[in-house]
């Protein structure tokens, strides 16, 4: 569900759908809700669209399921993972009764709603249709195989080749497809040589995510900010901790790393235990935690797409000290508008020489800034994808 707007894949889409409904078009939305407490928020989407379609769906349930029907199936788990019988009754129903102009799907296992409609070879044969993969999920699963046991490398893998075929035909049946960076873009076609894609890139919200004026800073707080039961950001800080902390702590008194988002993982909780980690899980607004902070960290390890924690902290005007790995699609000049640390030795070099230099790690977030509002604003970016579910 596109809603509330507080983590990666929520905030494309929501901004897709805002920027939609701004632009007079009638809009019909359906979705999967796999938070329950999402579901008190379905008032403020039914002010954007004509029609509100949603299934409530227990992620702990369908992950044993989508297991199950993948591994007796030639289909990636995603795919069941993602697919409910209720939601797709609810689109046929509704495609019973209305005509539409265009469907855009957002990441691909939506695009099992559109083959699995009793309409696919009638109604929607020549409807257009638009595909946001976003970024190239085939590649992550091939990624995280790499890092794990014997069972779930080969799970893993498989979903990468699995996943691969399946997005190979969105894009030979739909009219359109997305990626979210010409880096992506480029990663997809070293698979499918071929691939026509397009480029939709992310945008921040300025006005949101802008310069608190009159708040403290802490001198030697850094910050993580990232939903904490997501595995590449799980990973960043448990090697940022292991490898990059116990050198800071040598040279950086009353140092104070700060992990804020939703649902820590056992192993992040964990780190509440050390004296100088604060772990916040859910928190209202992350901009206060953003703007106290002296720096912005981003140290992940696996990364795929355009990092909204990046571009959240920059537009903040936030010194930001990241892995190249997270600046991947991002369109930045390193040392000028963003610092960039290749190892954990640079990681302590860096976060060190700013947080010992106020106006130099002042000017860095002031170049940052600069480069959101000239680069990064959600109109400019989604024209072209207006433009395209029109093609």
Known sequence: MPYPPNKGDK???YNFLRYLHSMGHEVHLACLIDD????????ALREMVSTLMYDVISPRTKKIIAVFKGLLSSQPVTIPYFYSKELQSSIDKFLSNYEVDSILCFSSPSAEYVYRSQHYEQKLKNVHKTMDLIDVDSHKWRQYAQSCSRFLSW???REGELLLEYEKKIIASFSNTIL???????????????????????GVDLEFFSPL??????????????AMDYWPNVEGVCWFVDNVLPGLRQNNAGLKLKIVGSNPTPQIEKLAALEDVKVTGFVDDIREHIATAALCIVPLQTARGVQNKVLEAMSMGKAVICSPQSLEGIRAVVGQDVIVANSAEEFIEEISGYLANKGARQQLGQNARACMEQQYSWPLHLKAMER???A
Request: no cysteine.
């Open 11 to 13: 905030i494309r889409s």
């Open 36 to 43: 329950p407490a999402d579901e008190s928020h379905t008032g």
């Open 155 to 157: 799970l893993y893998k």
């Open 180 to 202: 979210i960076s010409d880096a992506e873009k480029q990663l997809f076609r070293q698979y499918v040589p071929d691939a026509a894609i397009e480029v939709v890139g992310n």
């Open 213 to 226: 004026p009159d708040v403290i800073e802490e001198p030697a707080t850094i910050v993580f900010t990232g």
């Open 388 to 390: 395209l579910i029109h």
